[in-house]
T-cell receptor
Framework: DAGITQSPRHKVTETGTPVTLRCHQTENHRYMYWYRQDPGHGLRLIHY???????DKGEVSDGYSVSRSKTEDFLLTLESATSSQTSVYFC?????????????FGEGSWLTVV | AQSVAQPEDQVNVAEGNPLTVKCTYS??????LFWYVQYPNRGLQFLLK??????LVKGSYGFEAEFNKSQTSFHLKKPSALVSDSALYFC?????????????FGKGTRLSVIA
């Protein structure tokens, strides 16, 4: 396992409430990513980070924000959850180096918005 | 722009038979190509990758993949399928001119190996 812990692993929340998912890594890797997985869409990138306080948007970033105040932690926040954000969220990490670096995934966080 | 296509949503194969899961890609520059496997209710696990060199790449669990530059393909193969290979498989790509940008994933192919 790649030393990635996601929390919570499962959460049910109500529409309109804020939700924060946490990703913690013990590998000291520079790059961290948040993806969501939905049937028929595969994995889609939400946001990623290339260093402390350095983040960028992915293809499905609307409605999400992220923060990275420490190398080991990358937080994903849904400011006001909607039913369309019901999904499985995966955190991933990769190290410093060239484009051949492998990305390693956490075990996922199942979010249901009711 | 980078993109990956997995043309088959589902592949069925009998146990003991060879299997192929198809992947084609489009990138700027040369590609770095990856295969991942996902078992139910788990994260994605890295299987293998092509960076450079030999077009046939060997990975975990007896899987291999063949890089074909002219056909822009990177098909996943295994000579003899096991029931335990049943899972969801993802192909991913990053262009060598893209720096350390995130991988772009295909939509996945569900492999079902029938005993």
């Amino acid at each position: 396992d790649a030393g990635i812990t996601q929390s919570p692993r499962h959460k049910v929340t109500e529409t309109g409430t804020p939700v924060t998912l946490r990703c913690h890594q013990t590998e000291n890797h520079r790059y961290m990513y948040w993806y969501r997985q939905d049937p028929g869409h595969g994995l889609r990138l939400i946001h990623y980070s290339y260093g402390v306080k350095d983040t960028d948007k992915g293809e499905v970033s609307d409605g999400y924000s992220v923060s990275r105040s420490k190398t080991e932690d990358f937080l994903l926040t849904l400011e006001s959850a909607t039913s369309s954000q019901t999904s499985v969220y995966f955190c991933a990490i990769s190290g410093q180096g060239d484009s051949g670096n492998t990305i390693y995934f956490g075990e996922g966080s199942w979010l249901t918005v009711v | 722009a980078q993109s990956v296509a997995q043309p088959e949503d589902q592949v069925n194969v009998a146990e003991g038979n060879p299997l192929t899961v198809k992947c084609t890609y489009s990138v700027s520059g040369n590609p770095y190509l990856f295969w991942y496997v996902q078992y139910p209710n788990r994260g994605l696990q890295f299987l293998l990758k092509y960076i450079t060199g030999d077009n046939l790449v060997k990975g975990s669990y007896g899987f291999e993949a063949e890089f074909n530059k002219s056909q822009t393909s990177f098909h996943l193969k295994k000579p003899s399928a096991l029931v335990s290979d049943s899972a969801l498989y993802f192909c991913a790509v990053r262009g060598t001119s893209s720096g350390n940008t995130p991988l772009v994933f295909g939509k996945g192919t569900r492999l079902s190996v029938i005993a």
